[in-house]
């Protein structure tokens, strides 16, 4: 087996003693399934109304992350301003927040008594509880992931190709349509998987903010916490699940980009 | 019909300039880096605000500071070429050079045509359907000409197109560029470096240095005989600065005289400042004081050897007023008899005949 | 000293007793959902009590070979409705739970508190339509407080511990409904003895008391 340049032999221990980490829980959880129920416990009702939830509103909070991702990503990669530095790690934030904290303050900002939800209470429209909700929750905590994935893309791919697109008679709209965004297409990819895979996986803040109850707000996870309770199988079964479901992602775009190379 | 008119202060990179450049013309742009010559092609190409000026395209008015007139850089249409030829990597050649006419709202049809004409043009039709990253840097300049040149741009701008390429790319593109660039009454303003380019392209020169003009003329006279430092030393001419005295004589600073002919279509003036201007294959190179006719002799400090295809060029120490330091041209066999070596003091000799004194 | 979470601030303090009773002890507490702890005990965990919010719990710590002895009951804890302070809503009885518009959390079934909640729909009849079914009894006393259910199922004793933010409603059918809490001392226990004593006085006159002013009725 022929070894890449410049690695010395002994790198390839603590490599693999990392793999290792990662793959032996979930190996565990495969081992530990009862293999027999496996199937009626992911079919059953309770699962299968989740796991539709869970991938409904992570693509839904997916979808809301590039639409806002995108247009913040490529602001703060290309301005010099004072302002915009100040933003930044405002911006990071739910990355350092535990789920529970920043459900909380979704809870004070958007529940019946918020500071913005008690106008939107009056106006008849109630966020907690209800899936829209869940999809702000998962929204929260993703964002970040997109905006670094893609401002990390942007600032490499820098501003020359605009530049070039401009002068060749293309208004900002034009170039950002035909030029910036086909441009950072691999970024996106990337930043959109990260995403929907942090938003799949979201639970503390959906806990906080959005409760708990079938069909509605009971994603997956929020399933697992609770059949922990009760049916100790249906939750290593449906951990399972999700960590299949988290797997067929990943590779998904994985062999994508493979091919794209 | 498309004159250029600028005129561009910008503070903060030193610049204060004025110029035209008139329909048809290609001008060069010479100086050294960080001398504003970029600066000045954004402020024509609309990316950039002057604190004070104006760009005038034709009749059209780009920009005033004035009248607090800009136009966008996108409605301009001036064009740019720079050393990287930025094609768009994820659309192929035809669609790189189509871009132009399809942002401005053609067709796809009409835009396709376009494309393959302009294609057809530089010579690089068989390339159409090749994606950016299988090109070569020559071949991707050629589709960077076309796809500017499809903008139907009134004015040109080249920030050293040719400096990324080999030897013979460059003479390819060099070639190409003399067919297109100045054609439709189009005008162009072109940064370079390379005597050649100069030579086989421009029609004028402008010698920036700290964001000043400091020489402006026509290309042949300019390199034949420069009076700005950086052209003197792109153009490979030695220049002496001084005044003209009694006798045809060139007083220099700290008192060294230059002996010449003054030159015929303008001769200089005595009293005023004059420059003695002399190729280095004048120029002999002696170990000791010489005795004999020739006049000129000036003790000077090795600086530089350099090879030349046609023997050594050695290059002195800077001229005391911050001019290029006089260079003499000697054969092979020359230069090894005298086994020099940079810091040694040699004497250059110039006889006063290969001396012509121009007005300065 | 494993105890389900509803048994916090009475544990700790019967705690406070026992240590000045018995000096040179010290008392350590793990406060978690009865479930967690059995499922931390299965899988190893060492401790040498384990006072559960249910007879369920208790039974599958039985099943799994974990204890010393026979489990013993000492608390029982009913539900109560809670709501905002001062009931602004003037909900008043368990069916009125079910009145339109309102916004009512409970505990999911497969909790201890929520079990409970769901014999008592059984019982009466009336299935609630809640918009939240939490997993413990904190987070349905948190939605309430934080003013954003109306109305929820808790214990007693958690809205006693609430105090004046919330607003208790007591209804009859809890009665039907009522947990049991088990108290075991563990096989794997290495203080047998103190941790008798402990169980002891959970049991005895002191424990009850402090037991009772925190709400728990009679096992």
């Avoid at chain 1, 539709?52 to 839904?60: M, P, Q």
């Avoid at chain 1, 008849?124 to 990390?152: K, M, N, W, Y």
């Avoid at chain 2, 034949?224 to 004589?249: E, M």
């Avoid at chain 3, 105090?163 to 075991?184: H, R, S």
Wanted: charge should be neutral; charged fraction near 20%.
């Amino acid at each position: 087996m022929s070894q890449p340049a410049g690695l010395p032999r002994w790198i390839y221990l603590p490599a693999a003693v990392g793999v290792l980490f990662v793959a032996l829980p979930l190996v565990a959880i495969a081992a530990k399934v009862q293999w027999p129920q496996f199937f009626s416990l992911i079919t059953s009702e309770s699962s299968r109304t989740a796991l539709l939830l869970s991938l409904r509103t992570a693509a839904a909070s997916t979808t809301l992350c590039l639409l806002l991702g995108v247009p913040m990503a490529l602001v703060l990669a290309r301005s010099e301003g004072w302002l915009v530095r100040l933003v930044r790690p405002f911006v990071l934030l739910p990355l350092v927040l535990p789920p529970v904290v920043g459900g909380i303050a979704l809870l004070y900002t958007f529940g019946r008594l918020g500071l913005i939800g008690q106008y939107l209470d009056a106006a008849g429209i109630r966020i907690a509880f209800s899936t829209t909700a869940v999809v702000l929750a998962q929204t929260f905590v993703s964002l970040p992931f997109l905006v670094i994935a893609l401002e990390g893309a942007a600032r490499s791919a820098g501003d020359r190709y605009e530049m070039v697109a401009t002068t060749l008679g293309a208004r900002p709209t034009t170039v950002w349509w035909r030029v910036s965004l086909p441009l950072l297409a691999p970024g996106l990819v990337s930043g959109a998987v990260l995403a929907f895979a942090r938003a799949l996986g979201e639970f503390g803040a959906t806990l906080t903010f959005a409760g708990s109850r079938q069909g509605v707000t009971r994603t997956l996870p929020l399933e697992i916490y609770l059949e922990r309770e009760s049916d100790a199988d249906a939750a290593v079964a449906l951990s399972l699940l999700l960590v299949a479901v988290g797997a067929v992602v990943v590779l998904a775009v994985g062999v994508g980009r493979l091919r794209d190379e | 019909m498309s004159e250029l008119r600028l005129r561009a202060v910008v503070a903060d990179r030193g610049v204060d300039l004025e110029f035209s450049v008139a329909a048809g013309e290609v001008v060069a742009i010479l100086g050294p880096n960080g001398a504003g010559k970029s600066t000045t092609l954004h402020v024509i190409a609309g990316l950039l605000r002057p604190d004070d000026g104006l760009v005038h395209v034709g009749n059209k008015v780009l920009s005033d500071t004035a009248t607090g007139i800009f136009v966008p850089a996108h409605a301009r249409r001036v064009g740019l070429l720079l050393q990287d030829p930025l094609l768009f990597p994820h659309l192929s050649v035809a669609a790189n050079v189509a871009f132009a006419p399809r942002s401005r709202g053609r067709g796809r049809r009409v835009a396709r045509q376009a494309a393959a004409h302009w294609l057809k043009q530089v010579d690089a039709a068989e390339l159409a359907d090749r994606r950016p990253r299988q090109l070569s840097g020559g071949q991707a300049q050629r589709v960077a000409i076309a796809r500017a040149l499809a903008a139907e741009p009134d004015v040109m701008l080249l920030d050293e197109p040719l400096a990324g390429l080999d030897v013979a790319a460059a003479a390819a593109i060099r070639k190409l560029l003399r067919g297109v660039l100045a054609g439709n009454g189009r005008s162009a303003l072109m940064v370079t470096h390379d005597l050649l380019d100069v030579l086989t392209l421009a029609d004028r020169v402008l010698v920036l240095e700290s964001g000043h003009i400091v020489e402006s003329g026509p290309a042949a006279t300019v390199v034949a005989v420069p009076r700005s430092h950086f052209a003197a030393r792109l153009a490979g001419v030695n220049v002496v600065s001084g005044t003209l005295d009694d006798g045809g004589v060139v007083r220099a600073d700290r008192g060294a005289r230059w002996y010449g002919r003054p030159a015929g279509d303008t001769p200089p003036q005595r009293g005023q400042p004059t420059i003695a201007v002399f190729a280095p294959a004048a120029v002999a190179v002696y170990r000791d004081p010489p005795h004999g006719s020739p006049r000129n002799t000036v003790a000077v400090t090795v600086a530089e050897i350099d090879t030349r295809a046609s023997g050594i060029r050695i290059r002195a120490d800077q001229q005391p007023d911050g001019a290029p330091g006089l260079a003499a041209d000697i054969t092979t066999d020359a230069a090894a008899e005298l086994q020099l070596a940079p810091g040694e003091q040699v004497y250059f000799s110039v006889k006063a005949q290969e001396i012509t004194l121009h007005p300065a | 000293m494993f105890a389900a979470a509803s048994l916090k601030s009475s544990f700790t303090e019967i705690g406070e007793r026992f240590k000045t009773d018995n000096p040179g002890t010290s008392v350590a507490f793990s406060f978690a959902g009865s479930s967690d702890l059995v499922t931390e005990l299965t899988n190893g965990a060492t401790a040498d009590v384990f006072a559960s919010a249910d007879t369920k719990n208790m039974d599958k710590a039985t099943q799994a070979g974990l204890l010393a002895g026979e489990p013993v009951n000492f608390a029982s804890n009913t539900l109560v409705i809670a709501v905002a302070a001062g009931d602004p809503k003037k909900i008043g009885s368990f069916a009125d739970l079910n009145r339109p518009g309102l916004s009512v959390v409970v505990c999911a079934p497969q909790v201890p508190c929520g079990a409970a909640t769901q014999r008592v729909e059984d019982a009466t009849g009336i299935r609630l339509n809640p918009v939240s079914e939490e997993s413990s009894v904190t987070d349905v006393l948190n939605k309430i407080t934080s003013g954003q259910a109306d109305a929820g199922l808790v214990y007693v004793t958690d809205a006693r511990g609430a105090g004046d933010k919330v607003t208790t409603v007591p209804f009859p059918e809890a009665a039907g409904a009522v947990n049991t809490y088990p108290i075991a001392v563990l096989k794997r226990s290495a203080n047998s003895e103190v941790a008798h004593k402990f169980v002891d006085l959970v049991t005895g006159e002191a424990g009850q008391k402090i037991l009772a002013q925190a709400g728990f009725a009679k096992p």
